[in-house]
């Protein structure tokens, strides 16, 4: 059988190495992407059509994501980081410009910001792994231009108050949603509230096309740039140049990059999208089983969810308190060894060696806490009820 394990690379535990991806025994991976026989045809199909980029394919699926949302415009593109360089560049954010990110992200979320020329300026979180809103505030100078905030595993930050902040600031807001496909607030989906928002479709999350992204927005103007942008800043694409019988028959304004999104990708994702309401469903009954069957145990917080929140639960993640037996680099030795593949999601960006002198640590109070604390279980549609009954077994004092 195919199964992944994604965890950090490798991790030394007490001088001996452990290498997360020799581990062939593996009873409960981390994550195991859900391919139905539905996503192969798909696929199979899409292999035969004429046009392998650019084609009706994207288009359909540009159309069902952007129902899906609710916005008025979605846009396929080949990564949730190509995504957000893109709606940076539309919104003018450029060199002398401050962006403010949460300090646990991945970190594309900041290097997104950098390909513009900006200034990424890390914010601390809060005890739900969030953007902390205090932090924000702190953070904004004369340069700040925009507030890219992550909904973190798929829980909506505190979207409407970060609004709020943007708009008394005249900030454009940008909001990261590679883990979140299908969290909404009420009927509104993430993406939304802003200026403009970027999902991931990378193996991991809630639904795959393997590689890929799509910026949703209600401007037309964003709309424009980003079609342009996209595709080397051509004024047409493949198929309307060829269907318009002469191919050579586009004009270049400004340049752009190679960030398409193909028809294969694009057939995998329509598949999946119309099976998202259930596989989140199926992550959200498993997350309610692990609150169960970990409730009690000493030591282990469990995911914080506030009433008005919707999480679709793209990591599930605990916290190993002191009152536990274990540390969390011993609780991920443990399962390890119990051939339970689990993850830590993410080291704080203000620690990796490129911020290094940038940032006052003690500016990070929760993410310090935290950072040696999380660990995140697996969580994937398919996972069986013996599974998780196996996860939760083993994390009992
Ligand atoms: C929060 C966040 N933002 C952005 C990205 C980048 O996504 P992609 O790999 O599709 O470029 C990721 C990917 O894991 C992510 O987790």
């Known amino acids: 059988m195919n199964l992944i394990v994604l965890i950090i690379g490798d991790i030394t535990m007490k001088n001996k ?38 084609g009706p394919l994207l288009k359909k699926f540009e159309s069902n994501f952007a129902k899906f949302t609710g916005a ?34 991945f ?56 609004k709020k902040i943007a708009k008394k600031n005249n900030l454009k807001l940008i909001e990261d949603c590679a883990h979140a496909i299908g ?25 795959t096309t393997i590689e890929g992204g799509m910026i949703i927005t209600n401007s037309k103007d964003i709309a424009k740039y980003v079609l342009t942008a996209r595709n080397h800043g051509l ?24 960030y398409r999104l193909d028809e294969i990708r694009s057939s995998l994702g329509l598949s999946q999208l119309n099976r998202i309401n259930n596989i989140n469903k199926l992550r959200i009954k498993i997350a309610n089983k692990y609150n169960k069957l970990l409730k009690n145990i000493k030591g282990i917080s469990l995911p914080v969810i506030k009433s008005n929140r919707n999480h679709i639960f793209h990591l599930y993640s605990i916290k190993i308190e002191k009152e536990y037996n274990l540390t969390r680099d011993e609780l991920f030795k443990k399962l390890y060894d119990k051939n339970i593949g689990t993850s830590v999601q993410y080291y704080p960006l203000h620690l990796m060696s490129y911020n290094k002198n940038k940032y006052n640590n003690l500016d990070f109070p929760v993410a310090n806490k935290i950072k040696n604390q999380i660990l995140c279980l697996p969580i994937f549609p398919t996972m069986t009820q013996k599974q998780i009954q196996y996860v939760a077994s083993n994390l009992v004092n």
């Open 17 to 54: 190495k452990i290498d997360v991806f020799k581990n062939s025994k593996i009873k409960v991976p981390f994550f195991y992407p859900s391919i139905s026989k539905d996503d192969q045809l798909a696929v199979k199909n899409a292999l035969n059509s004429p046009l392998l980029t650019d």
């Open 183 to 207: 969290t909404r607030e009420g009927k509104k989906h993430v993406g939304t509230f802003g200026n403009a928002g970027c999902f991931s479709f990378y193996p991991t999350k809630n639904f």
């Open 235 to 258: 004024t047409r694409s493949l198929s309307n140049r060829f269907s318009s019988g002469k191919p050579w028959d586009y004009d270049v304004i400004e340049p752009g990059y190679n």
């Open 72 to 105: 008025k415009y979605a846009i396929g593109v080949s990564n949730a980081t190509s995504a957000l360089h893109l709606s940076l560049k539309s919104l003018g954010i450029s060199s002398g410009d401050e962006v403010i990110i949460p300090d646990m992200t």
């Open 107 to 162: 970190v594309a979320t900041a290097s997104s910001i950098l390909f513009t020329g900006a200034t990424p300026v890390v914010a601390d979180i809060d005890n739900d792994l969030n953007i902390s809103i205090e932090s924000i505030e702190k953070n904004i100078t004369k340069k700040t231009k925009a507030i890219l905030p992550v909904h973190f595993a798929g829980k909506i930050c505190n979207i409407n108050k970060i």
